[in-house]
């Protein structure tokens, strides 16, 4: 598949534990309209799956449920040995990503 | 804002994805929304968040449906005026002059004329003016006129009169002159807005004795204050005495209800009638306003205002019996003038647009035609009609849209410059700018742009390409040419009309400039003041006025001083007006009598101001207080009411500050204009300043060298007399007079900017059509002349093609200026709007840019080698 450097950024992104669009457009300072086609064409590649929340935890916060992505084995692979195979741009996306804890 | 976004975005993505795409966003967003801690912040975030949806949008109807080829045509279309760059430049820029002109226009329509008022029911607020019956314009009020409509009508819950006034405040370094308004009970309530601080005048404030009272604007209290609110209740020193400050006045409020008073108000003081004001009934300075009374219409306020007035004339008939009054909205009154203006600058900017369309139309066609292969290969690959036509609409909208966003910073540009050099005295000039309307109207501009300019060539060539000829049809050539000759008489008749219209108004202008003013301009400064504080009485007067008239005479480079009360030109310039008797002749019929402008003058003042001596003789020291009265009238009063009598020696009455006086009239002296070189000149009566003593003083000196400077040494010189005495007004004649012309030169120079671009254009249209005539002529051309024709036969033939459109267009563009001439009428002096020479001149240079224009490339064609274009193809 085509691997742009947005996309691995993605990837690493939802290899770090995000899980929502707008969530992984924090984590990676892409703008949305790069991160949705990414996603969709992700998607498509069956790289991620998605979902949606469930009920349970928009309805305590009161609002409504958020699309749930998360990579598929395939998709893991293909991030981990993105990350492996090219450490300088993993290099570049650790400085970029935040860790996920630190969002609270 | 986010929200609305997305839900316009949903619209792109396929019916069968909509809901759960548009969820996915929802759910996005309220979930950052909840998150959010820094509102504003997140909001700016989330709306371009949102904007991203529309890619995302995009990117799933891209590839779920086949039928929208827009980003693949948006794609094509670039690499295309990439490829093709001076077209592409060119193009844009036609377009960005155009379309700035439009913006502006716009703008100029909706933030002046449209502009809301900053008062609540600002359409019940009306202004009320004298009128003659059966006369255009509107008059000032007369105060006795005023108090009797007052105390009759009933349609306005307040209505009000405002007299301008002037305060000397002597609270800061050096006393200033500061522009106040005295207003009647009433006025601030008819415009129903609240004060900043504190509260208006009360009805006893308006009370002879109690009326030390003042409202300051806020600008004033700003500035002079610190925005102090404590300044309620203190007091402030205004000329004769401390004011009480009881309230500020917003900066929103800006009545600006007369001509000779313009701009803001710093102050506003209660109007107490004085004694004397119910008997003025023939000079009218006051302004009124007015709110109407809930339920009444316009209508019936004007209805009920005729009525009144015409109570008045039966009762007063000497001063009323041509008195009407009239009654009209603030709005039309605040804009009214300047709509004539605007219609003229919108058929302008009209006309340069189309010609702009038309002409991109044609760089379009004849780009097309070079393009015709690349159309032929798509169609035979299988690309529609349709494709084919909107693949060159996109094109012609990527040119647009380049084009309007060029325009938008030219229009900001423009409107800068309007706001500094424009005229000064249009209300709201110097807020335009470019605002979310505008860039709303650029984008509905270029949409209607890439229609107008694009749809021809688009369909034109989609056609040309289906038909996947390997050889041209001379039919297609000929429809082809038809076509674009006729959008070559557009350009020329839209031309046409520019460059007459502007030749009218270049004629006007130079007859005004050359209209008898009846004094010299050049070389002549002046200084108005108001020099009643200090000098109480005639006598006091008098010796304040010889020994500043001695003192700025002892100046070097000054020759002549003179003095005047109404000085010509200036903005203050109230026209003091009196029934008149002329005792030596017979009475007129009653109704008839003779009203005449009263002004006084010192004798210096006809050397000073350069005015000319018909009859008798001018005033000199011998006309002193105890000396015989006597007078000079202007030439105007010697036409109006005493042709055919001499009028040296008659005697007259008039009223001179309230009192009946007699007089002998001495000299006959050429007319002066006193307000704009397009307005009549007065009758006028002027009485020798020593035997009728004034405050109002306006000196006029002529100097031997530039005036400028000198305004200072001269007010130096009055100071060392009085100190205190403040100036209204200082300027030379020359910049007082210019003043007037602003409006009229500017709107000269804005038509001539745009019938200089819209001849270029044409010339440009013309040039283009007929060097492809030629090129497709070109093996004709050649079978002729090597069949022995003369190249002066040629040149004649292709000539004389260009020259049948270019006459065609002339004609179509003189029809349009004989159906315009209603729009330019109110902007012409001394010329008919169909002016023959003007209209004539102006056919006869579009001609000869067409000649030149056809000359060009015929020239080349018939200088070619015929074996040459033989060879051709």
């Not at chain 2, 009306?126 to 005023?146: I, M, Q, S």
């Not at chain 2, 400064?525 to 504080?533: G, H, I, K, P, T």
């Amino acid at each position: 598949m085509r691997l742009t450097y947005p996309t691995a950024l993605v990837l690493q992104a939802l290899l770090d534990g995000h899980h929502h669009g707008f969530d992984i457009m924090d984590a990676t300072g892409l703008p949305s309209g790069t991160v949705y086609p990414i996603l969709r064409r992700l998607d498509a590649e069956g790289c991620v799956r998605s979902r949606w929340e469930k009920e349970g935890v928009a309805r305590r916060e009161q609002r409504p449920p958020r699309r749930y992505y998360e990579l598929t084995s395939g998709g893991k692979t293909i991030a981990i040995d993105a990350r492996e195979r090219t450490q300088a741009m993993a290099e570049a996306g650790k400085r970029l990503l935040r860790p996920v804890e630190s969002e609270g | 804002m986010a929200w609305r976004i997305i839900r316009a975005a949903a619209w792109l993505v396929p019916s069968r994805l909509r809901s759960e795409w548009l969820l996915e966003w929802q759910g996005e967003l309220a979930a950052a929304e909840a998150r959010a801690n820094d509102w504003p912040k997140a909001k700016r975030d989330l709306t371009r968040h949102a904007l991203g949806a529309f890619i995302d949008a995009f990117w799933i109807r891209q590839r779920e449906v086949a039928d929208l080829q827009a980003i693949d045509d948006i794609r094509h279309g670039v690499r295309q005026l990439r490829q093709h760059a001076a077209f592409a430049v060119t193009t844009v820029a036609i377009l960005a002059l155009s379309m700035a002109g439009s913006i502006v226009a716009f703008s100029v329509v909706t933030q002046m004329l449209l502009r809301p008022l900053p008062y609540p029911a600002p359409d019940r607020i009306v202004t009320l003016w004298e009128r003659v019956p059966d006369a255009a314009g509107r008059n000032y009020v007369a105060p006795g006129n005023f108090l009797d409509w007052r105390a009759r009508q009933t349609s306005f819950s307040h209505l009000a009169a405002l007299d301008p006034y002037s305060y000397d405040y002597l609270g800061g370094d050096r006393p200033e002159v500061v522009k106040a308004v005295k207003v009647t009970e009433g006025f601030f309530q008819a415009f129903a807005l609240q004060p900043v601080f504190g509260r208006y005048f009360l009805p006893d404030e308006h009370k002879k004795g109690n009326d030390k009272a003042v409202v300051l604007s806020e600008r004033f209290w700003r500035s002079r204050f610190n925005a102090d609110p404590s300044i309620i209740g203190r007091s402030i020193p205004l000329d004769d005495g401390a004011y009480v400050v009881i309230g500020i006045a917003p900066n929103e409020f800006q009545p600006h209800l007369q001509e000779y008073a313009p701009g803001d108000r710093d102050l506003y003081t209660a109007k107490a009638i004085e004694e004397f004001e119910p008997r003025i009934r023939v000079s009218g300075y006051w302004g009124v306003v007015g709110r109407l009374k809930d339920g009444v219409t316009l209508e019936q306020a004007r209805a009920e205002m005729e009525a009144i007035s015409l109570q008045l004339a039966k009762e007063y008939p000497p001063t009323n019996k041509d008195v009407r009054s009239d009654v009209i909205t603030l709005r039309e009154h605040l804009v009214g003038d300047v709509r004539p203006a605007v219609t003229l600058f919108t058929a302008a900017v009209l006309a340069v647009l189309l010609i702009a369309c038309v002409n991109v139309t044609n760089l379009l066609m004849a780009r097309g035609s070079v393009r015709q292969q690349e159309l032929i290969v798509r169609s035979a690959l299988g690309a529609s009609r349709r494709r084919l036509v909107g693949q060159l609409l996109v094109e012609t909208l990527l040119l647009a849209s380049a084009a309007s966003v060029a325009a938008l910073a030219l229009a900001q540009a423009a409107m800068r410059g309007l706001a500094s050099w424009g005229p000064r005295d249009v209300m709201w000039i110097d807020a335009l700018h470019v605002d979310s309307g505008a860039v709303v109207f650029a984008v509905v501009l270029a949409s209607f742009v890439t229609l107008a300019a694009g749809l021809i060539p688009a369909v034109r060539l989609s056609r040309g390409g289906l038909q996947a000829t390997a050889h041209r049809t001379t039919t297609a050539d000929r429809s082809q040419r038809r076509l674009r000759s006729a959008l070559v008489v557009a350009e020329v008749a839209l031309a046409l009309m520019l460059v007459s219209g502007t030749t009218l108004m270049l004629r006007s202008f130079i007859n005004l400039l050359q209209v008898d003013t009846g004094f010299r301009q050049d070389g002549v400064l002046v200084l108005q003041m108001f020099a009643w504080d200090r000098n109480n009485g005639p006598a006091a007067l008098r010796t304040f006025h010889q020994r500043i008239v001695d003192s700025v005479g002892q100046l070097p480079g000054v020759e002549t001083v003179g003095t005047v009360q109404a000085m010509p030109f200036i903005e203050s310039n109230v026209d003091i007006q009196s029934a008149v008797r002329l005792i030596d002749q017979p009475a007129p019929p009653p109704g008839q009598g003779i009203r005449s402008s009263i002004n006084v003058v010192s004798p210096g003042y006809f050397e000073a101001i350069g005015a000319r001596l018909l009859a008798g003789r001018l005033l000199d020291d011998r006309d002193g207080p105890d000396a015989p009265r006597v007078v000079l009238v202007s030439d105007a009063f010697v036409e109006r009411y005493l042709a055919g009598v001499n009028p040296i020696g008659q005697r007259i009455e008039y009223r001179s500050a309230g009192k009946p006086a007699q007089s002998q009239i001495v000299g006959v002296v050429r007319s002066l204009r006193h307000d704009r070189l397009d307005a009549a000149p007065r009758a006028e009566i002027l009485i020798p300043y020593a035997q009728s003593p004034t405050g109002t003083i306006t000196l006029v000196a002529r100097t031997r060298i530039d005036p400028q400077p000198l305004i200072e040494n001269a007010k130096a010189q009055v100071w060392r007399i009085d100190p205190q005495q403040t100036f209204f007004r200082t300027a030379t004649l020359e910049e007082l007079v210019d003043r007037t012309l602003i409006t009229r030169r500017f709107a000269l120079l804005v038509l001539t900017g745009f019938a200089s671009l819209a001849v270029l254009l044409a010339a440009a249209g013309l040039y283009g059509v007929l060097t492809t005539i030629v090129s497709q002529y070109r093996r004709e051309i050649g079978v002729r002349m090597a069949l022995g024709a003369a190249w002066i036969d040629i040149l004649r033939l292709i000539v004389m093609r260009g020259l049948v459109v270019s006459a065609i267009g002339v004609a179509v563009g003189l029809a349009g200026v004989l159906g315009g001439a209603r729009v330019l009428q109110s902007f012409l002096f001394s010329v008919a709007p169909t002016d023959p020479l003007a209209i004539g001149g102006a056919a006869l240079l579009m001609f000869t840019i067409a000649a030149v224009a056809c000359y060009i490339p015929a020239r080349r064609a018939a200088g070619e080698d015929p074996v040459q274009a033989l060879r051709m193809d």
